[in-house]
């Protein structure tokens, strides 16, 4: 092949026109909107007008000294640990079962994947009928098999509601954790996993000592993906709780909402949604940490 | 007995993930009377029909609530993000793959990280921005951000994918003459189809379910999408027409699911570029057929180089994203 200098094979300008759209798009629609999120926090802007004026640390003041505010944040913390708790022992259980063959695999798979295709707010709307206060078909059966003797009201008790809420997150984060874990466990050498049988190890063993370790970094994954799923979740407590009963089930997300849209105090709302970085910057810190250990493996 | 166990933890599992499911379908036809009975009777059998079933809501949904609007609303967003993504995904995926040499691969990596900044965190400053636009409570305004989830994503995904297309058909052409634009416009549209209809399920399947741009930049009901109009609209003062709530959810997500099992039989990876295996043990449908249409090399890990490695002397950190980002086999034997 001849190298030719024609615009037409200048790789460095094709590809240049070629990023460029989605450049922009990202800079202009990503980028600066995050910006702007954090610039907002310091400001006293308002949904009614587009006057803008600088308020310091005011936001963040209010909403430090906010006993709201700090049950937000310590049940955005709550919900995120104690969900990712449950998927990641589902998760594990769940690889166990369809790593193996069986009758109705594929069906059984079918009603797995059903969580993680459904929309969120679709799968929300569901579970606040199944968690209804007079007609829960939980409590019936609860009542039925004998195991419950007063009432539970789901969504209507603190405590009751944050579990309920941690619930639905695990339901709706482990198929796709399952996945993951799949993933992992195909790719454990054989050999391992036969010498530990030759040497004597049972079930057991083989999944503590041998194949948990290995699947470390899988399961790692999945549970980072699954803290920003779950932290930066809007629609599974808005749906669900609405934040109540009496403000105590709100996470970061749904008091950014109540005040930043419907409250229309824009510069409160960002200072809210601005605690969410934390859990996000943990996150993407971890994942560039395992992508790199990764890259110096190879 | 092992087999026993597993039957029953794996029964289990399909309870639990279809259990909410199984509630809808009942809920949906089941008639009002047999519906509204409270739990606390528990001479009452919830969980089957007591009554014969009805379609009584499924016609309400359909007739007299604004349901088959939010369907057409949701088709006409994802059409318009569909199109969008692609022109502006795939040409910047093939860039990052085969044009930008050796930074194609942190920039990339670069570009999805912006796909992990959430929704919640982005809503204040876009609320502000649609109401400057001019777009609030219109369908432009989630045509508008909609692809700042989708192009970050499939940018990165197109240039994963072209990763495991041969590099030769194109190499091949540039021998037979055509110059580096003509490879770009006549040959490597035809090799990044299974790539696009990627790209094209991902965003079908993310406008479907997004719900936290919907409600904060859509307020009147004839403007919803169906994410949005049924937990919200749906629900009239404190009335929850549940027969009908339920009907909606159900009738939203078979066809998702449907085309989620489809794809997951396909191409097992494409949530996230993290859950992708090794190429032996996790053998992808999808490249699998794009290699059949090229028919050229046998595909084994060692011919997934882009240019990029090739031109850089084929360095160990090899161009398969599943090597790079993955776990495979030799990652995990060498961390200790």
Redesign the interface.
């Given at each position: 092949?001849t190298p030719?200098r024609?615009?037409?094979?200048?790789?460095?300008v094709?590809?240049?026109v070629?990023?460029t759209?989605?450049?922009a798009?990202?800079i202009l629609?990503?980028?600066v909107?995050?910006v702007?999120?954090i610039v907002?926090s310091f400001s006293d802007?308002t949904?009614g007008s587009?006057r803008f004026g600088w308020a310091g640390v005011r936001n963040y003041a209010a909403i430090l000294a906010d006993p709201i505010f700090l049950r937000a944040l310590r049940n955005t913390a709550v919900v995120t640990i104690g969900s990712q708790l449950l998927v990641v022992v589902?998760a594990t259980?769940?690889a166990?079962?369809?790593r193996?063959t069986?009758r109705?695999?594929r069906?059984?798979?079918?009603?797995?994947?059903?969580?993680?295709?459904?929309?969120?707010?679709?799968?929300?709307?569901?579970?606040t009928?199944?968690f209804d206060s007079?007609?829960?078909?939980i409590?019936?059966?609860l009542?039925?098999a004998g195991l419950l003797h007063g009432?539970l009201y789901w969504l209507g008790e603190p405590a009751l509601a944050l579990l309920a809420i941690i619930i639905v997150q695990a339901?709706r984060i482990f198929?796709?954790a399952t996945?993951?874990v799949l993933?992992?466990l195909?790719?454990?050498?054989q050999e391992?996993v036969e010498a530990a049988i030759v040497d004597g190890a049972g079930f057991w063993r083989r999944l503590f000592q041998v194949e948990l370790p290995?699947l470390l970094?899988?399961v790692t994954?999945a549970v980072l993906?699954g803290v920003?799923y779950t932290a930066?979740?809007?629609?599974v407590v808005?749906?669900l709780t609405g934040g109540g009963p009496a403000n105590t089930t709100h996470v970061?997300?749904t008091l950014?909402?109540q005040r930043?849209?419907l409250g229309a105090d824009?510069g409160q709302?960002?200072a809210i949604?601005?605690f969410?970085?934390p859990f996000?910057i943990v996150?993407?810190f971890a994942?560039l940490r395992?992508?790199r250990?990764?890259?110096v493996?190879? | 007995m092992k087999?026993v166990a597993?039957?029953a933890?794996?029964l289990g599992?399909?309870v639990?993930?279809?259990?909410?499911?199984y509630?809808?379908l009942v809920?949906t036809f089941k008639q009002n009377r047999d519906?509204?009975?409270?739990?606390?009777d528990?001479s009452h059998?919830?969980?089957i029909f007591n009554d014969p079933p009805t379609l009584e809501h499924v016609k309400l949904l359909f007739g007299q609530t604004d349901f088959p609007r939010w369907v057409l609303n949701t088709l006409l967003v994802v059409a318009a993000v569909v199109v969008i993504t692609v022109?502006?995904?795939v040409?910047?995926g093939?860039?990052?793959a085969?044009?930008?040499?050796r930074w194609g691969e942190r920039?990339g990596?670069g570009?999805f990280?912006?796909y992990?900044?959430?929704?919640?965190?982005?809503?204040?400053?876009?609320?502000?921005?649609v109401?400057?636009l001019g777009l609030q409570n219109s369908l432009a305004s989630l045509i508008?951000?909609y692809?700042?989830m989708t192009?970050?994503f499939c940018?990165w995904l197109v240039m994963g994918f072209l990763r495991s297309v041969p590099w030769e058909i194109e190499e091949q052409a540039?021998?037979d003459g055509y110059?580096?634009?003509?490879v770009?416009l006549k040959v490597a549209p035809r090799l990044i189809v299974p790539g696009i209809l990627t790209v094209v399920v991902f965003t079908f399947?993310l406008v479907?379910?997004?719900?936290?741009y919907a409600?904060?930049f859509i307020s009147s009901v004839e403007k919803m999408t169906?994410?949005?109009g049924?937990?919200i609209a749906l629900v009239r003062g404190d009335v929850?027409h549940?027969g009908a709530?339920?009907a909606?959810?159900l009738f939203?997500?078979i066809p998702?699911?449907v085309?989620?099992?489809l794809f997951?039989d396909r191409e097992?990876?494409f949530?996230?570029p993290?859950?992708?295996?090794?190429c032996h043990?996790?053998p992808n449908g999808i490249v699998l057929r794009a290699h059949r249409r090229g028919s050229v090399h046998p595909l084994g890990c060692s011919s997934r180089r882009g240019p990029a490695a090739g031109r850089t002397g084929g360095q160990?950190?090899?161009g398969g994203d599943a090597?790079?980002?993955?776990?495979?086999?030799?990652?995990?034997?060498?961390?200790p």
């Open positions: 092949m030719r024609t615009l037409a094979d200048r790789e460095d094709l590809g240049g070629m990023l759209p989605a450049l798009y990202v629609l990503v980028g909107p995050f702007l999120a907002l802007a949904a587009l589902l259980a769940a166990q079962v369809f193996a069986f109705g695999k069906f059984a798979r079918f009603v797995l994947l059903l969580p993680w295709a459904v929309p969120v707010s679709l799968a929300a709307i569901a579970w009928w199944i007079t007609f829960s078909v409590n019936w059966t009542k039925a009432w339901w198929p796709f996945v993951i993933a992992g195909s790719s454990i050498p391992i290995l970094p899988v994954v993906f920003v930066t979740d809007l629609g808005y749906i970061l997300p950014a909402f930043g849209i824009l709302g960002a949604a601005v969410l970085l996000l996150v993407a994942m395992l992508a250990r990764a890259e493996g190879a | 087999r597993l039957y933890a794996a599992f399909v639990f993930a279809g259990f909410p499911f509630w809808m809920t519906l509204y009975v409270g739990a606390s528990l059998i919830p969980w022109a502006v995904a040409p910047a093939y860039s990052l085969r044009l930008a040499g920039m990596m570009i990280f912006t992990l900044i959430p929704p919640t965190l982005l809503f204040v400053p876009f609320s502000r921005l109401s400057l508008l951000i692809p700042t192009i970050p940018t540039m021998i110059s580096r634009l003509a770009i399947t479907m379910q997004e719900f936290v409600l904060t169906v994410s949005l049924v937990p929850y549940w709530l339920m909606a959810a939203t997500s998702l699911a085309v989620y099992n997951i097992p990876t949530h996230h993290f859950t992708r295996g090794g043990e996790n160990a950190r090899g090597h790079h980002y993955g776990f495979h086999k030799r990652h995990s034997l060498h961390q």
